[in-house]
């Protein structure tokens, strides 16, 4: 299965590498812009192949940032993906896997092979050959592969370090990563197009003895206190996993290792057991963040992955109780620290932001918190409790069209203060701005100063709300 961009013409030799992996009329091609990517990846197929060439490589970036987590996923369940893209210009694609990225800022106008043993230099077209180049202008490789855990299969002739096509396992699959440039533009052409069918027909065994730590959200947050740490273990494996060493650390120091011994089956299929623990405690502590690394070893007693990626994970700790912003010796040195830390850690909790006396400037939209409800409340207020003395204002360096705006917010206060328009353009007058289901949010005992423009612009209003149609606003209260 081959997946390219809609519309954009790939060279004839493309489908020629597939006839010849896969046999003439026994793939398909499919586009970026309609696949359905759930359907494809449960439609029992074991081989995809993802082309971003030249002018197709801004599909496949937007494509893989969607749906990168699943094919994470499917390649761990046994499956091979081949990512190959080799724009002439182009952005970093971050590609998952442990961390791999293709990096646009290096070239490669002869490429050579990293192990002339294995099997894509060999079987089963030949003669395929050691090195390549580009014709003419054209380089053998416009971007390279970085990244942990990668196994080097072509490299820059000049720069070994500079690898241009590389394998990973994954779970019970295989990842070929590759920046490679089109048959109709690297020689020698017959040894370049068998190196690409070769590619393709690429078949792995799973491992008798295979696991590995399920990849948790980049993010999270947990509860003031001591929490345990939680991990989830799954067997890729074709044999009983009964054992294994939990490796983990807490902000670079490492802690004791966890034996795991709950015993999990044998993979069967696309079917895999797997078991969710607690490696330990973590003391979360008030307003502080933790970065966990955890990665696995002593499978069966004895057996350690020969790829081992470390999972990282920030875990904030959730807000609840009172913060102080901009004083002396503050929780947060000012109101955008202590936004940043609600859309980071959500809260577990009441939730109070005591605001120093002074101007706090701000400009961001307030999303849903995680945790806020109407228990969890969250409260911003001055103070001295002088409304007078505690201003919230934009930032004039900044555009915007609003000074609050709150987007599927709630459960948010706003008690003593002033909230006041500063910016001279009345096209970005709106002091408040709500949207998109915003609903529970009081502004109490305030003084909410817009300017007076002659204007008939929504943008110039002090309090506007903006199109809710399919989700409307409610429970917004203004009171004095």
């Not at 299965?1 to 004839?12: E, I, P, Q, Y």
């Not at 020629?16 to 026994?26: E, I, P, R, T, Y």
């Not at 092979?113 to 380089?139: C, L, M, Q, R």
């Not at 623990?277 to 502080?288: H, Q, T, W």
Request: glycine content about 8%; proline content about 3%; hydrophobic content about 35%.
């Amino acid at each position: 299965m081959m997946v390219s961009r809609r519309g954009g013409t790939l060279h004839t030799s493309f489908a020629q590498s597939m006839d010849m992996a896969f046999g003439v009329g026994k793939w398909k091609q499919l586009e970026f812009e309609t696949v359905n990517t759930d359907s494809l990846l449960n439609s029992g197929i074991n081989y995809i192949y993802l082309e971003g060439e030249q002018y197709h490589f801004g599909y496949m970036h937007d494509y893989w940032n969607q749906n990168k987590t699943k094919f994470e996923n499917w390649v761990k369940k046994g499956n091979i993906l081949f990512v190959n893209s080799n724009p002439m210009y182009g952005n970093t694609l971050l590609l998952g896997f442990g961390g791999v990225s293709l990096d646009p800022n290096f070239v490669s106008d002869t490429i050579i092979s990293a192990d002339i043993t294995h099997k894509i230099f060999n079987d089963p077209k030949k003669p395929v050959g050691e090195e390549f180049w580009g014709y003419n202008t054209n380089n053998g490789a416009n971007m390279i592969i970085k990244g942990s855990g990668l196994k080097p299969l072509l490299v820059n002739k000049e720069n070994h370090s500079h690898i241009v096509l590389a394998e990973k396992s994954w779970g019970a699959g295989t990842v070929i990563f590759g920046t490679l440039n089109s048959m109709r533009y690297v020689f020698p052409q017959t040894g370049y197009t068998n190196l690409r069918a070769n590619i393709l027909s690429l078949k792995y065994t799973p491992s008798e003895i295979s696991a590995a730590l399920e990849r948790p959200e980049p993010k999270t947050s947990a509860r003031q206190g001591n929490q345990d740490v939680l991990v989830t273990l799954t067997n890729y494996g074709a044999q009983t996993l009964t054992e294994a060493t939990i490796n983990w650390e807490i902000n670079g120091t490492l802690q004791t290792p966890f034996k795991w011994t709950n015993g999990l089956d044998a993979a069967s299929g696309n079917s895999f057991s797997k078991d969710q623990f607690s490696v330990g405690k973590i003391l979360f502590e008030k307003a502080k963040n933790y970065v966990f690394k955890v990665w696995v070893s002593d499978l069966n007693g004895a057996y350690t992955p020969a790829v081992q990626d470390t999972i990282t994970q920030t875990i904030y700790t959730a807000l609840e109780g009172s913060y102080s912003v901009g004083t002396e010796n503050a929780d947060f040195d000012n109101l955008n620290a202590a936004v940043n830390a609600l859309i980071d850690a959500g809260v577990s909790g009441p939730t109070v932001f005591n605001l120093a006396d002074g101007t706090h400037y701000i400009n961001q939209k307030f999303p849903a918190f995680t945790g806020a409800s109407p228990l969890n409340t969250i409260t911003f207020q001055s103070i001295s409790g002088d409304r007078n003395s505690t201003i919230i204002e934009r930032d004039v360096n900044i555009r915007a069209e609003y000074l609050l705006a709150f987007t599927r917010a709630s459960y948010i206060t706003f008690k003593n203060l002033t909230i006041a328009n500063s910016y001279s353009i009345y096209d970005y007058g709106t002091v408040v701005l709500f949207e998109e289901g915003s609903h529970d949010i009081s502004f109490i005992n305030n003084s909410i100063l817009g300017k007076n423009y002659n204007s008939r612009s929504g943008s110039s209003s002090t309090i506007y709300f903006g199109r809710t149609d399919s989700l409307p606003c409610y429970n917004i209260l203004f009171k004095r």
